[in-house]
C-alpha cells in the first residue's frame, strides 16, 4: 500500500542544487568527465587549527549531550564576533547554535509564521526560503529583482508586497545566487518601510558576510536598521567562511522571546548540534582569522575570471558580484539562440550532457533564464569549464 504524505511535505520542492551535485557525482560515478560547478560548498579543506580543536575535544572525551542551545563558550565566542564585527550586542538567552544555518531558518519559520502568513522573498533568492516558508504553512510571496537593478529589491517594492498577513522578510547579503550586496543606505530604506509594519519580522541571513570584497564594508541589516532590533532574526554560521560544511553549525541572534520558541523546537527535534563540532567552531571564531582572509582572496581572483569570461560568450551577460563564490549569469540570449533549448532547466541540461559542465538552473532560484555557477573549484577547472561553456554556446 502506497503511504499518504503530508500534504506539507507535498508543498515542497526537492532542492535543485543538491539534485544537480548529486547527478554530476553519478555521471562521474560512471566515468564521463564532469566538471561540476553546482555545489555550495568551498573546496578548501577545513584548516587545521580547527581540526585540531575537533579531535582535542574527542580525546578529552567532550563527546557527551551538550545544552540544546549550544555550550556557554561558543555562544560567548558568537557575542565576541557579532560586537567585533558588526557592533551588536546580545546577551546569551538571545542566540541558539545548531546543525547549521539552515536549521536556524527552518527553526524560526516554525516558531514565527501561522498558517496564512506570508514571507516576503525577494528573487533571486536561495532555494530553500520559500520551502521553508511552506513547511510552517505560510506563503511565500516573491518580489523580484533583476539585472537592470543589480537583484536588489527596492523600498517601494518592498511596500507594495506587504499585506495585513506579511509576517517575515527574507533578506541575505551578500546573496546566493546573484553575489550583490546591499549597502548600508540600502539597508536602512528597506528599514525605513518596516517601521511602520510592527508585525513585520526580518531574517538577515549573513551567512557569506567574511567572502565579501564590496566597494563599502559590509552592512548587516541587523546594524543598518537598529531600530529594529526587537524584530530582527541574524543567521550565520561558520560553513562557508571556515569551509567547514560537514561539520553542521549554524547560529543565530535576535529577540529573546523568539530565540526561546526556536530552542524549543530544538529540543523536541534534533536536540543538540555536534558536540565536537561546537568545539572546532569555538576554535574557528577565536583563532587566527588568516585562514578566512587567504581563502576570500582566491574567491575573488576566481570571480575576477569568470565574469569577464562569462561575458566574452555571445548571448551571455553577467553582473559583477560583491562576495559569495557564485556567478549568475543571464542566459537568455543563447537560449533564443540554440534550437531545440526553451528555457534555462534544458540548457543545463544540455550543458551537462554535451558539454561536461554541472550548472543550476535560475528557475529554482526564481530567476528563470539564468544559471547559477560557483566558481568554488581551481582556477584550472574553471578555465576548463568556461573553455567549454564557450564551445557549446557557439
Not at 43 to 58: L, R, S, V, W, Y
Not at 196 to 224: K, L, N, Q
Not at 267 to 285: C, E, H, I, R
Request: hydrophobic share 40%.
Amino acid at each position: 500500500m502506497k503511504p499518504d504524505i503530508a500534504d506539507r511535505i507535498k508543498r515542497v520542492k526537492p532542492s535543485v542544487t543538491l539534485a544537480v551535485t548529486a547527478k554530476a557525482r553519478e555521471l562521474r560515478a560512471a566515468g564521463k568527465d564532469v566538471i561540476g560547478l553546482g555545489a555550495g560548498e568551498p573546496d578548501f579543506d577545513t584548516p587545521e587549527h580547527i581540526c585540531a580543536a575537533g579531535i582535542e575535544a574527542i580525546s578529552a572525551g567532550k563527546t557527551r549531550y551538550t545544552a540544546v542551545d549550544g555550550i556557554p563558550e561558543l555562544k560567548a565566542a558568537i557575542r565576541a564576533k557579532f560586537k567585533r564585527d558588526n557592533a551588536l550586542e546580545f546577551d546569551d538567552q538571545q542566540i541558539i547554535v545548531s546543525s547549521g544555518a539552515k536549521q536556524s531558518l527552518f527553526n524560526l519559520c516554525m516558531a514565527l509564521l501561522n498558517p496564512g502568513d506570508e514571507a516576503i522573498v525577494p528573487a533571486p533568492y536561495w532555494v530553500s526560503y520559500p520551502e521553508m516558508a511552506r513547511l510552517a504553512d505560510a506563503e511565500p510571496v516573491f518580489v523580484h529583482a533583476g539585472a537592470e537593478q543589480n537583484f536588489k529589491i527596492s523600498p517601494q517594492q518592498l511596500e507594495a508586497a506587504i499585506t495585513d498577513r506579511t509576517r517575515l522578510l527574507f533578506m541575505n547579503s551578500p546573496s546566493n545566487p546573484t553575489g550583490v550586496a546591499y549597502h548600508r543606505d540600502e539597508l536602512a530604506a528597506l528599514g525605513e518601510v518596516l517601521e511602520e509594519y510592527s508585525r513585520v519580522f526580518v531574517v538577515t541571513d549573513d551567512m557569506y558576510e567574511h567572502i565579501y570584497w564590496g566597494d563599502e564594508p559590509f552592512c548587516s541589516f541587523a546594524s543598518a536598521c537598529p531600530q529594529l532590533a526587537d524584530r530582527t532574526v541574524v543567521v550565520h554560521g561558520v560553513s562557508k567562511a571556515y569551509a567547514m560544511t560537514g561539520w553542521r553549525i549554524g547560529y543565530a541572534a535576535g529577540p529573546e522571546e523568539i530565540v526561546k520558541a526556536m530552542k524549543k523546537l530544538q529540543g523536541q527535534s534534533t536536540s543538540n548540534p555536534s558536540s565536537v563540532a561546537q568545539y572546532a567552531a569555538l576554535a574557528a571564531l577565536q583563532g587566527d582569522q588568516q585562514c578566512v582572509a587567504d581563502m576570500n582572496k582566491a574567491f575573488r581572483e576566481r570571480h575576477d575570471f569568470v565574469v569577464p569570461a562569462l561575458n566574452m560568450i555571445d548571448g551571455v551577460s553577467c553582473n559583477a558580484g560583491d562576495g559569495t563564490f557564485y556567478s549568475f549569469p543571464d542566459m537568455r540570449g543563447a537560449i533564443d539562440r540554440m534550437p531545440g533549448i526553451s528555457d534555462d532547466l534544458e540548457l543545463a541540461e544540455n550543458l551537462l550532457e554535451s558539454a561536461g559542465v554541472a550548472l543550476v538552473p535560475g528557475s529554482a532560484f526564481g530567476a528563470p533564464g539564468h544559471l547559477r555557477l560557483s566558481f568554488a573549484t581551481s582556477l584550472e577547472v574553471l578555465q576548463e569549464a568556461l573553455i567549454r561553456l564557450e564551445k557549446a554556446l557557439e
